[in-house]
């Protein structure tokens, strides 16, 4: 869902003529990166790092949670989200998704407990949560959020850029996203103590590099997850680009949206079309059979149409490591065996959330493309009328082009 080409080739080029390839060394393109993100999130800092899951973890870290505490997390997004809990020595709490796709407010209202330290709303397929609402209940509650904006890099909310509305916010810049350097990813806070906790995390060795994070008491062992100056010089090329990237997939979104509607079909719950990054358009089925009618006409007519219950590792019912308790190399470090945890009482099943079972089984997603032209979206249009005509279901009518 990206874009790469010269401007990148040229600065990793130039960056490699230099020699200065270490992360704290003199061509600064981490630094650069780092400092750019930030404003344009809002004044949070930013610590890259080699990955997504990473990034999160580290968040998790620099939020305090730990054993004994439990995080909310949807039940439909990348299996890292809720792996990353369980590195931090911390319970996932599996919460329902709405027809928007993303974690359910209502349900996170239902299941926050005594013991929950954060929520993770998941910006899942570049689709903003209802920020709103959830805030509203971690306020009430007293509890952290840490956004997984992974899937929507430069995507924003009402007006804000996401990642930035939470306690704290994590993105990947893997193969896969919006912006990319092949592997990375950032997590980000406004919160001085969030951010040089995460950041000892990140690089045991970060106030080495950065004397000003110095302060002894706040120390612990940490690993390495310090990103690379080649991922810093690509990702400032890619900054460049991401804003008429994502406002053309926008518009060729509120296009095919449309089109849809006017064809009688219903689409899913967007929390905001304007801002969001308009990377899949989605629509909602009465059942799951008329949902997999619909994406098997628009695949023949040469869309790129899937069901989210078919996404493997983004469905809770597959992360197989979550659902048989398997959280770490060895039994004592495993945190499903921590006393702390054991009191908690968390368990899991595969049907522990039939709402979102039903949601991603009656949804279809329509990936986009930044280079896809007027023709294309023509196509995209006549191919979404024509398969509306497949649907046997009281929200499609037949329609005339
Ligand atoms: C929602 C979500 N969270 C976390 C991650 C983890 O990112 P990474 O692959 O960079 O570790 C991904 C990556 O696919 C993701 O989609």
């Given at each position: 869902m990206y874009r790469i080409g010269q401007p990148e080739s040229k600065r990793v080029e130039t960056l490699l003529e230099s020699g200065e390839i270490f992360r704290y060394g003199k061509a600064g393109e981490c630094d650069q990166f780092e400092a750019d993100w930030g404003k344009r999130l809002g004044d949070v800092q930013v610590r890259m790092t080699t990955s997504g899951t990473a990034a999160l973890y580290c968040a998790l870290i620099g939020l305090k949670v730990g054993p004994g505490d439990s995080v909310i997390v949807p039940s439909c997004t990348y299996m890292a989200t809720a792996l990353a809990v369980v590195a931090a020595g911390a319970m996932?709490?599996?919460?329902e998704v709405d027809e928007s796709i993303t974690l359910s407010p209502e349900d996170v209202e239902r299941k926050i407990a005594p013991h929950t330290k954060a929520i993770i709303p998941v910006h899942m397929w570049g689709l903003p949560c209802n920020m709103d609402a959830l805030m509203d209940i971690a306020e009430k509650r007293g509890v952290?959020?840490?956004?997984?904006?992974?899937?929507?890099?430069?995507?924003?909310?009402?007006g804000r850029e996401l990642g930035s509305i939470g306690h704290a916010g994590a993105f990947s810049f893997n193969y896969f996203k919006n912006m990319t350097s092949g592997e990375g990813g950032a997590f980000v806070s406004a919160d001085e103590s969030v951010f040089r906790r995460g950041s000892v995390a990140a690089d045991c060795c970060s106030y080495y590099w950065n004397p000003d994070e110095h302060r002894p008491d706040e120390q612990f062992a940490g690993l390495n997850f310090r990103a690379t100056e080649i991922s810093g010089a690509i990702l400032n090329a890619q900054l460049e680009r991401i804003d008429e990237m994502l406002d053309r997939m926008r518009g060729?979104?509120?296009?095919?949206?449309?089109?849809?509607?006017?064809?009688?079909?219903?689409?899913?719950?967007?929390?905001?079309?304007?801002?969001?990054?308009?990377t899949h358009v989605g629509f909602i089925f009465d059942s799951e059979k008329n949902a997999r009618a619909f994406a098997k006409r628009i695949s023949e007519l040469k869309g790129r149409a899937f069901l989210p219950i078919d996404t493997g590792r983004h469905v809770y019912t597959r992360w197989d490591p979550i659902m048989r308790k398997q959280g770490a190399h060895h039994p004592a470090l495993d945190p499903f065996n921590l006393p702390q945890n054991k009191a908690l009482n968390i368990e899991y099943s595969m049907d522990m959330c039939p709402e979102s079972l039903d949601i991603l089984s009656r949804a279809v997603l329509i990936g986009m493309h930044p280079d896809n032209d007027r023709e294309k979206i023509d196509e995209l249009a006549d191919a979404i009328r024509e398969s509306a005509h497949v649907v046997n279901s009281p929200h499609a009518q037949p329609t005339t082009k």
């Amino acid at each position: 869902m990206y874009r790469i080409g010269q401007p990148e080739s040229k600065r990793v080029e130039t960056l490699l003529e230099s020699g200065e390839i270490f992360r704290y060394g003199k061509a600064g393109e981490c630094d650069q990166f780092e400092a750019d993100w930030g404003k344009r999130l809002g004044d949070v800092q930013v610590r890259m790092t080699t990955s997504g899951t990473a990034a999160l973890y580290c968040a998790l870290i620099g939020l305090k949670v730990g054993p004994g505490d439990s995080v909310i997390v949807p039940s439909c997004t990348y299996m890292a989200t809720a792996l990353a809990v369980v590195a931090a020595g911390a319970m996932p709490i599996i919460a329902e998704v709405d027809e928007s796709i993303t974690l359910s407010p209502e349900d996170v209202e239902r299941k926050i407990a005594p013991h929950t330290k954060a929520i993770i709303p998941v910006h899942m397929w570049g689709l903003p949560c209802n920020m709103d609402a959830l805030m509203d209940i971690a306020e009430k509650r007293g509890v952290k959020v840490l956004e997984d904006a992974c899937q929507a890099v430069g995507g924003g909310y009402k007006g804000r850029e996401l990642g930035s509305i939470g306690h704290a916010g994590a993105f990947s810049f893997n193969y896969f996203k919006n912006m990319t350097s092949g592997e990375g990813g950032a997590f980000v806070s406004a919160d001085e103590s969030v951010f040089r906790r995460g950041s000892v995390a990140a690089d045991c060795c970060s106030y080495y590099w950065n004397p000003d994070e110095h302060r002894p008491d706040e120390q612990f062992a940490g690993l390495n997850f310090r990103a690379t100056e080649i991922s810093g010089a690509i990702l400032n090329a890619q900054l460049e680009r991401i804003d008429e990237m994502l406002d053309r997939m926008r518009g060729h979104k509120r296009t095919l949206t449309k089109v849809g509607e006017d064809a009688g079909l219903t689409s899913i719950t967007n929390n905001c079309l304007d801002c969001e990054c308009g990377t899949h358009v989605g629509f909602i089925f009465d059942s799951e059979k008329n949902a997999r009618a619909f994406a098997k006409r628009i695949s023949e007519l040469k869309g790129r149409a899937f069901l989210p219950i078919d996404t493997g590792r983004h469905v809770y019912t597959r992360w197989d490591p979550i659902m048989r308790k398997q959280g770490a190399h060895h039994p004592a470090l495993d945190p499903f065996n921590l006393p702390q945890n054991k009191a908690l009482n968390i368990e899991y099943s595969m049907d522990m959330c039939p709402e979102s079972l039903d949601i991603l089984s009656r949804a279809v997603l329509i990936g986009m493309h930044p280079d896809n032209d007027r023709e294309k979206i023509d196509e995209l249009a006549d191919a979404i009328r024509e398969s509306a005509h497949v649907v046997n279901s009281p929200h499609a009518q037949p329609t005339t082009k």
